[in-house]
């Protein structure tokens, strides 16, 4: 079992900016694969960021790529999302999602195994 808490959402002026922490716990927690969803009203969750928590690899939805980082700090078993240069479309509520096996950071939501409760994030314009 892995136990994943997010926070850091908020409300932000477009252009703006927020960084996003996934704190992980529970047995394998620290191995395989990170991931960052996201979910506006009436849309479908969609793939934000995914990284290894062992290695350098990080991938990037195509809309984030540029604007959003995706980091990790292995001593806390955290993960972060750090956005820049909002926009209202960013509006959504963000989850984090785990899975100990994956060895890639895969951007296929069924791949994953646990997932957080979601922050939420709102972009004004």
């Known amino acids: 079992q892995v136990q994943l808490v997010e926070s850091g959402g908020g409300l932000v002026q477009a252009g703006g900016s927020l960084r996003l922490s996934c704190a992980a716990s529970?047995?394998?927690?620290?191995?395989?694969?990170m991931g960052w969803f996201r979910q506006a009203p009436g849309k479908e969750r969609e793939f934000v960021a995914g990284?290894?928590?062992?290695?350098?690899?990080?991938t990037y939805g195509d809309s984030v790529k540029g604007r959003f980082t995706i980091s990790r700090d292995n001593a806390r078993n955290t993960v972060y999302l750090q956005m820049n240069s909002l926009k209202p479309e960013d509006t959504g509520v963000y989850y984090c999602?785990?899975?100990?096996?994956?060895?890639?950071?895969?951007?296929?939501?069924?791949?994953?195994?646990?997932w957080g409760q979601g922050t939420q994030v709102t972009v004004a314009s």
């Open positions: 999602a785990a899975n100990a096996r994956l060895t890639l950071p895969v951007a296929s939501m069924s791949l994953y195994s646990y």
């Open positions: 529970g047995r394998a927690s620290g191995s395989g694969a």
């Open positions: 990284i290894v928590w062992r290695g350098n690899l990080t």
